[in-house]
């Protein structure tokens, strides 16, 4: 079997999946489900994988999506406590009273902690945490879904503390990739320096993009339209353009200065700190603020499958404090940045202590687990249990918020079973008997092969879909990073440049990723609406692909000569 015709082989499960989500709009577990039998049919039968292989590729999934699962139900968890003790009325007091304009709203939480949370957590932590804070400001359940996935696709190139350069890039392009002109700490440092330069530039306009698709698609009837929605956002141009000049120029210029570990979660305290300063005084907001409309009157495609949330006014009065209302958040960005950290000496102690099988089902594939490095178990549990103690909730709220997040984490666990499994055993086809390329490999070398020149245009559109299929920009670049290295190479491009831009695009991807859809609805309950996600999310994605493509473009001509 060619190359060309294992590629459209293995691109065969994929496109099921969007057309069975996007197109008739069916649940994310239930076209992963069809997309999962057929993978295994062509593993079986086309690649030709020994069964007991598969099974153990499978099983692989299984136990990775499971440890996603924790994070997600820490996460459930931690929100259930929060909206059970009133934290969240608190907080949502508290920023409207910064600002009642929802466009500044969405700002200073895409833009300052979304950013502030990828950088210590990453692994789909940002959207679980930002979407249902943007619904317990008021944000339609629908609307919070999506902003809380479209804000989290430039962070995670540098996110989780840089793991996706360190632990996804360096784990494949080494020494034995690299020619003798350079180092591999060097390589990776140039590699973040240049996917902050992508990103901080991108940074500075995506959060006038949100607020043109938060009125495009969210907004009162008459501005769901492009004039409309664009008049709107130019009133907010200012703020939206200088707080995302800040995220970005912090975000590129820290890359440069110390590598991937700490650009974001400096760039989030900036935002956070330079939006609500600027806010509270009404320097560059709008004069007049902009709100939905009333939410009885909010259409059925803004619920997914939700009852409206209570007026304002129905929780006005809490007696919470607003500093113990943030104290989980403070202490959950805190754990995190200690315990992420390498300086400091934490992040290899909870690393140690593993749980590992070297053959799973007799197979020679291994598989770690390093659970006290869950972010799910460590911060998000612990500080949920604390939450209960510190806003002295009483023994039956604390139990429903356990039982609540039960019920919420069953069918997001299903889908993730099923989507992680399903990628595993793609990747794992490249182990067969024939030493055919696997599903993965095939389609990655076919888009590389019929590139070329062009490469930087298309190399972010291969990150995307390695993050689309495994939901992780760390599993992405250590799918295609190597690949991308080398078919640099072959055409006379920078390879440090086409590295960061398959960098950027995994991050992009992580948008319209199943398992991140899955997990944010299901921490904000929602009922089968995974297709109605991804069809919104599709298009920012294509653009943002696209802008990333013309960035690495114009930046082949600077970067002539570089490695």
Request: hydrophobic share 55%; glycine share 12%.
């Amino acid at each position: 079997m060619n190359i060309a015709a294992a590629a459209w082989a293995g691109f065969a499960p994929i496109l099921v999946i969007f057309a069975l989500m996007a197109g008739l709009r069916w649940s994310a577990a239930r076209a992963m489900g069809v997309g999962w039998v057929l993978a295994s049919a062509l593993g079986l039968l086309l690649w030709r994988m020994e069964p007991g292989w598969w099974a153990a590729a499978a099983l692989l999934g299984t136990l990775q999506a499971m440890e996603i699962s924790v994070i997600v139900f820490g996460a459930m968890l931690l929100m259930n406590h929060l909206e059970g003790s009133g934290a969240i009325a608190a907080i949502r007091r508290h920023l409207t009273r910064i600002s009642p304009d929802r466009r500044v709203q969405l700002l200073l939480i895409g833009l300052g902690f979304t950013t502030l949370i990828e950088g210590a957590a990453g692994f789909g932590t940002p959207g679980a945490l930002a979407a249902p804070l943007l619904m317990g400001l008021g944000f339609p359940p629908i609307a919070a879904a999506v902003f809380g996935l479209f804000f989290n696709g430039l962070q995670p190139p540098l996110g989780a503390v840089g793991t996706p350069v360190l632990g996804g890039i360096g784990s494949v392009v080494g020494p034995g990739v690299l020619s003798e002109q350079i180092a591999a700490d060097g390589f990776l440092r140039q590699v973040a320096g240049w996917t902050g330069s992508v990103t901080g530039g991108l940074l500075t306009i995506w959060g006038l993009v949100g607020v043109f698709f938060l009125l495009l698609w969210f907004g009162r009837p008459e501005e769901r339209n492009v004039t409309t929605a664009w008049r709107g956002t130019r009133q907010v141009a200012p703020f939206a353009l200088l707080l995302g000049a800040v995220t970005g120029a912090t975000q590129c210029l820290v890359a440069w200065l110390t590598g991937p570990e700490l650009p974001n979660i400096v760039a989030g305290f900036a935002a956070l700190g330079v939006g609500v300063l600027l806010a509270r005084k009404g320097v560059l907001t709008p004069a007049q603020p902009w709100d939905f409309i009333e939410a009885g009157g909010w259409p059925d495609g803004w619920l997914g499958g939700l009852d409206a949330p209570r007026p304002d006014g129905a929780d006005r009065g809490s007696p919470m404090p607003l500093w113990l209302a943030w104290t989980p958040y403070a202490l959950v960005a805190l754990l995190l940045l200690l315990t992420r950290l390498p300086s400091l000496g934490w992040r290899e102690a909870l690393r140690a202590p593993t749980l590992h099988v070297p053959r799973l089902l007799g197979q020679e594939l291994p598989y770690t687990l390093r659970y006290l490095y869950l972010p799910g178990l460590l911060p998000f549990i612990p500080v949920a249990v604390l939450t209960g103690w510190l806003h002295r909730m009483d023994r039956s709220s604390v139990a429903a918020a356990w039982r609540r997040a039960g019920r919420q984490i069953r069918p997001v666990a299903l889908t993730l079973i099923v989507a992680v499994s399903m990628s595993q055993v793609m990747i794992r086809s490249a182990t067969n008997p024939a030493g055919q390329p696997g599903m993965m490999e095939a389609l990655s070398r076919a888009l590389a092969d019929r590139a070329g020149g062009a490469l930087a245009l298309v190399a972010p559109w291969l990150g995307a879909l390695g993050a689309f299929m495994t939901g992780s920009s760390t599993s992405s670049n250590i799918l295609f990073a190597a690949l991308q290295h080398d078919a640099a190479a072959a055409v006379g491009l920078s390879r440090t440049l086409v590295v960061a831009l398959q960098n950027v695009g995994s991050g992009v991807g992580n948008m319209t990723s199943v398992l991140n859809i899955a997990a944010v609805s299901g921490v904000l309950g929602l009922k089968a609406r995974e297709g109605d996600l991804l069809r919104k999310l599709l298009v920012p994605t294509a653009i943002l692909l696209a802008l990333v493509g013309l960035a690495g473009v114009a930046l082949t001509g600077l970067v002539a000569g570089v490695y």
